[in-house]
């Protein structure tokens, strides 16, 4: 088959998931909940099993409705 000419993306570290949860959560003290939003699907995005991001996530879906 044909090769492809580009290298396969590496994995983010946990630590990825770590720094865009906190971006998330210092966003939330701003009162910015879009960009506290897509901090904590990044967060998820990188980290499946990131419980806290989830819940943060659903927080911030409960306060807007």
Request: glycine fraction near 4%; proline fraction near 5%; charged fraction near 30%.
């Amino acid at each position: 088959f044909f090769k492809k000419p580009w290298k396969p993306k590496d994995k983010w570290p946990r630590e990825a998931a770590e720094v865009n949860y906190l971006v998330g959560l210092c966003s939330l003290e701003l009162r910015n909940y879009l960009q506290a939003h897509d901090a904590f699907n990044n967060a998820i995005e990188i980290d499946k099993k990131y419980a806290e991001a989830y819940y943060q996530r659903g927080e911030i879906i409960h306060m807007r409705y």
